[in-house]
């Protein structure tokens, strides 16, 4: 995806970051936690692939519209991860205030690889406690992430999140979650095991 991004046109670069932001939000919000848990890679880069040809077709991301099809077909040729691919073009540049569900995508990219988990969107009554048993879980709680954002991409509605792991694991997340400039937290619940925390704006 670098490739691709180093060689369109600067003003376009927000364009293919925001295509890039909206793919992985199609993904998250249309697929539920556990359909996503059971998607092999190359089926979560069929859903991507999909979204991206046909957004791609529209007049909106036309300047690099071949671009963007090369690339799908290279990823899927060369099965890449590409979520991963999308992920790395939320990394804004020093300086750059980015729209609130930007951020907040960008929050979960680092915390995924910060903690080396996959995030989960999840109804709060749905959550299956037991996922990555041998690993940490982290959920955001919510039946559509879409509604805790305006049409200008604002957060209007605080959003819960649930982890669970080890006490280091715990450290490093409420560690990255400190370190927003653009969100503040509040603590729960919290025991020897689980924590809960509500994300609003500072």
Same mark, same amino acid.
């Given at each position: 995806?670098r490739?691709?991004? !180093?060689?369109?046109?600067?003003?376009?670069?927000?364009? #293919?970051?925001?295509?890039?932001?909206?793919?992985? =939000?199609? =993904?998250?919000?249309?697929? !539920?936690?556990?359909?996503?848990? +059971?998607?092999?890679?190359? +089926?979560? /880069? %069929? @859903?991507?692939?999909?979204?991206? /040809?046909?957004?791609?077709?529209?007049?909106?991301?036309?300047?690099?519209?071949?671009? &963007?099809?090369a690339?799908?077909?290279?990823?899927?040729?060369?099965?890449?991860?590409?979520?991963?691919?999308? $992920?790395?073009? #939320?990394?804004p &540049?020093? $300086?750059?205030e980015l729209?609130h569900? %930007?951020?907040?995508?960008?929050?979960?990219?680092?915390l995924?690889k910060?903690?080396? !988990? !996959?995030?989960? @969107?999840?109804?709060?009554?749905?959550?299956?406690?037991q996922?990555?048993?041998k $690993?940490?879980?982290?959920?955001?709680l919510?039946p *559509?992430l879409?509604a805790?954002?305006? /049409?200008?991409n604002?957060?209007?509605? /605080?959003?819960?999140? #649930?982890?669970?792991?080890?006490?280091?694991?715990?450290?490093t997340? #409420?560690?990255t979650?400190?370190?927003?400039?653009?969100? *503040?937290?509040?603590?729960?619940?919290? %025991? $020897?095991?689980?924590v809960?925390?509500t994300l609003?704006?500072?």
């Amino acid at each position: 995806m670098r490739s691709i991004h !180093t060689k369109i046109k600067p003003e376009f670069e927000p364009l #293919l970051a925001e295509l890039a932001l909206h793919a992985l =939000l199609h =993904l998250r919000t249309n697929h !539920t936690a556990n359909a996503l848990h +059971q998607k092999s890679r190359s +089926q979560i /880069n %069929d @859903v991507l692939s999909a979204w991206l /040809n046909k957004a791609a077709s529209s007049k909106k991301y036309k300047p690099f519209k071949k671009k &963007v099809k090369a690339l799908v077909s290279h990823a899927r040729a060369q099965r890449l991860d590409m979520e991963s691919m999308l $992920g790395n073009l #939320l990394t804004p &540049v020093a $300086g750059d205030e980015l729209p609130h569900l %930007d951020s907040f995508l960008l929050l979960v990219n680092t915390l995924e690889k910060e903690l080396n !988990t !996959t995030v989960l @969107v999840s109804r709060p009554e749905s959550v299956d406690l037991q996922h990555n048993s041998k $690993g940490c879980l982290l959920c955001v709680l919510s039946p *559509d992430l879409n509604a805790h954002f305006n /049409n200008r991409n604002r957060l209007v509605a /605080n959003i819960s999140m #649930l982890f669970r792991g080890t006490h280091g694991e715990k450290h490093t997340f #409420l560690r990255t979650i400190y370190s927003s400039s653009l969100f *503040d937290h509040s603590i729960e619940f919290e %025991d $020897g095991e689980f924590v809960r925390i509500t994300l609003s704006l500072r």
